[in-house]
């Protein structure tokens, strides 16, 4: 299976930080948000990678280069202007093939295991959820056993962590004239409705790293179990 990065956004709310870094570069712990993905899709055998960029792309792909040095091959889809979740998708489509793949938000940090995914035969896609955050307290999706619905209760939020067929995001494009600029949603929406997306519920750690003041709470707490894990030695 090969994964896709979404790495192309401005980050708007962590200004003034991605003004000159690029979000995937900020650090938490002891490492750029970005390599925590990488490496942990190579723990886990997924080597092949392809991650889009767009705002201060050069800085993202001369850090991380083919990603030799983490275990991984990346495969680079730089737009030269952001595409949203689904438009980014779609232009990186010759690089990811015809197989269902791993998708994750890059401005996510979770311990989720991304290891031994499988896709339904009837299914189009498969979500991750979580408990809804503090600042995201209406969710997005609910379950009815293991397919998600827009229309009951509790509903919970979206993790950023997918497996998609690429096919979908293809037949989309196509519907809509060609077009370059769309959302991961508006894919996912009508699957959802038709009962061809499975999820699950996960209760691990998870964070959205999305504001300045949650990445830096999530900076102390990755610091502070280094800090302890040192100590142990």
Not at 155 to 160: A, K, L, N, V
Request: glycine content about 8%; aromatic content about 10%; proline content about 6%.
């Amino acid at each position: 299976m090969k994964a896709m990065i979404l790495a192309a956004g401005f980050g708007k709310r962590l200004r003034p930080l991605t003004e000159t870094t690029p979000k995937p570069l900020l650090q938490v712990g002891d490492k750029p948000l970005l390599q925590y993905h990488l490496e942990r899709l190579a723990a886990v055998g997924i080597t092949e990678v392809v991650v889009n960029t767009s705002w201060l792309a050069e800085k993202i792909e001369d850090y991380f280069a083919d990603g030799t040095a983490l275990g991984v091959n990346i495969h680079w889809s730089r737009e030269s202007f952001p595409l949203e979740t689904g438009g980014g998708i779609a232009k990186a489509l010759p690089l990811l093939g015809s197989d269902p793949f791993l998708l994750i938000n890059g401005d996510v940090w979770t311990d989720y295991p991304l290891e031994g995914f499988q896709l339904a035969a009837d299914a189009e896609a498969h979500l991750v959820l979580v408990d809804n955050p503090e600042h995201h307290p209406q969710g997005d999706f609910a379950l009815v056993s293991d397919r998600v619905t827009l229309d009951v209760s509790p509903r919970y939020t979206f993790s950023g962590i997918s497996v998609v067929r690429p096919q979908l995001f293809a037949r989309y494009q196509t519907q809509h004239g060609g077009l370059d600029s769309f959302r991961w949603i508006d894919v996912m929406r009508p699957e959802i409705k038709s009962g061809l997306v499975t999820g699950e519920r996960y209760n691990g750690q998870w964070w959205d790293v999305g504001t300045v003041e949650r990445l830096t709470l999530l900076d102390d707490q990755l610091k502070q179990t280094l800090k302890q894990d040192r100590d142990s030695f």
